[in-house]
């Protein structure tokens, strides 16, 4: 006998309620038989709390207890100001001993432009200005922002100067406009 597919759903579904029920009984149905309670042995016996006294009188004085600062400052981490009396128990201590110290390498010398700056001079009405630099027998026109030298960035082209900065150590310098020599 063939059975439609509504009566298949029908019977699925029957076995899945099944399923379910079972499942409910075996993992929530079942009760806790412990109480949850303590289990004394023996009979039982009040405290005996009748003098109150003692616990008032210490109660009492952990409450009139107040804060008196000792000096220092609890939100600055670091040790505390030595007292002035201890100042001259440390200075009859004994010195201190000196450790050698690592010498501190020597400041980088400010940066040289390569040739010398001779003019200056801009092509258009108002347009950027461009530097003249000669190195041996070659001439190099620069303006600001270019980068002579692989590390020299000119970053202003005055009338009568050129300033300059190294790209890797971050130190300025001047050069002053040399002018050929009089004939």
Known sequence: MAQS???KERILLAVLLVVAALV???????TK????????????APINAEDYSV????????????????????????????????????ANAKPERKYPT???????PKPVL???FFGYGSLPTNGPRRAFLQEGEDVHIVQEGDIV??????????????????????????STLELPPAA
């Open 5 to 7: 597919k509504q009566q």
């Open 24 to 30: 409910w009984f075996f993992y929530f149905g079942k």
């Open 33 to 44: 038989t412990s109480s949850g309670g303590i289990a004394a042995t023996g009979a039982y």
């Open 55 to 90: 616990i008032f009188k210490e109660l009492g004085e952990t409450q009139s207890t107040v804060y008196k600062s000792s000096g220092r400052n609890i939100f600055v981490a670091g040790p505390v100001a030595p007292l002035p009396q201890a100042a001259t128990v440390v």
């Open 102 to 108: 690592v010498p501190v390498p020597p400041e980088p």
């Open 114 to 116: 390569p040739g010398k």
């Open 149 to 174: 030298g692989n590390h020299i960035r000119i970053t202003h082209i005055g009338n009568d100067s050129i300033d300059y900065e190294d790209t890797v150590t971050g130190k300025k310098n001047t």
